[in-house]
């Protein structure tokens, strides 16, 4: 009699703490008596951080593993090694059992970059005319031919322009409607992007033929655009960089821009070049070289000082008229650079600085 008194007493205390926790129906939130406990608040990828669940009324549990991305990561020491391709806000889960009841228990984590960005500085190998009327949002060379999206309502234009004289060879005035923003060529097509208007376009790079618009997906708003030959990427205004889908324009994923102390967010007109994204810091003279698997932030380049070099014009917006554009000339090896209203386009090689 004692035994049988025993074994129910056993069952009804399991019971009543699956009870506790789970609720009627399996309703209560299970994290107000399980939490995740990390030894460090400041976490970097590769980084070996203790780890330990926090059991506030010593509940039983079994088979106990830790997850980030669906991705498995196993406890040695009392440790995890964060070691994930992308970077960013993260969400670190524990599965466990409390007997046959599968439990989930997240946990919101910021995962930053291993290091500091590398500081970079640039040399001027030679400037060019450009029309200080262009509101540079985009820049892409194509066959030694530089194309342009110039933006702000009623002045939005595509652009085919002979880079050496300045000379606009193709204008194409945009709907007054919208507000011009990144290009990126791929596939003997071309896509930009406007701002605000949740909508791009894809032309024919042969003739600059509209081929059919796109619409967003999941990002609200339009800023740069460049491609790795695959896929392409867009910055949004805030820390995410889209993958999309070339063919359907579908955003397939993401990676977001961090350095070894924060997530930022000022990713604005794009370039791709050897595994790695250049990416202008929206109203800054300033550049960012971004690991394109990741989202580390591994350089900064300063443009300090190339603003000082151009003309204002009647269109010039101090606040506005900032760097903005770049493109790489694969034959070159070098970049070019101008700025929203500059009446110059600069030639540059990017250095380390010492």
Known sequence: MTQVLRTMGKLFSITGALLFFLGCGGS?????????????????????????????????ISDLHYYIDDKELPVENGKITLDLPTLGNKILVAKFNVEEHAVEIKKNIRLLAASAPKVYTYEIIASYPHDPGAYTQGLEFYKDTLYESTGKKGFSTLRKVDYETGEVLTNIPMNNSVFGEGITIMNEKLYQLTWQSGLGYVYDISNLEKIKDFFYDKSREGWGLCNDGEKIFKSDGTEKIWFLDPETLQEQGYIETVTNKSIFNRANELEYVDGKIYANVYQKESMMIIDATSGAIEGVINFGGLKNKVKKGPEWDEGNSVLNGVAFHPERKTFFVTGKNWDKLFEVKILKKN
């Open 28 to 60: 209560a939130d299970p994290s107000k008596h399980f939490s995740i406990q990390l030894e460090n608040k400041a976490l970097q990828q590769n980084q070996q951080v203790g780890i330990a669940l926090k059991n506030k009324k010593d509940i039983e």
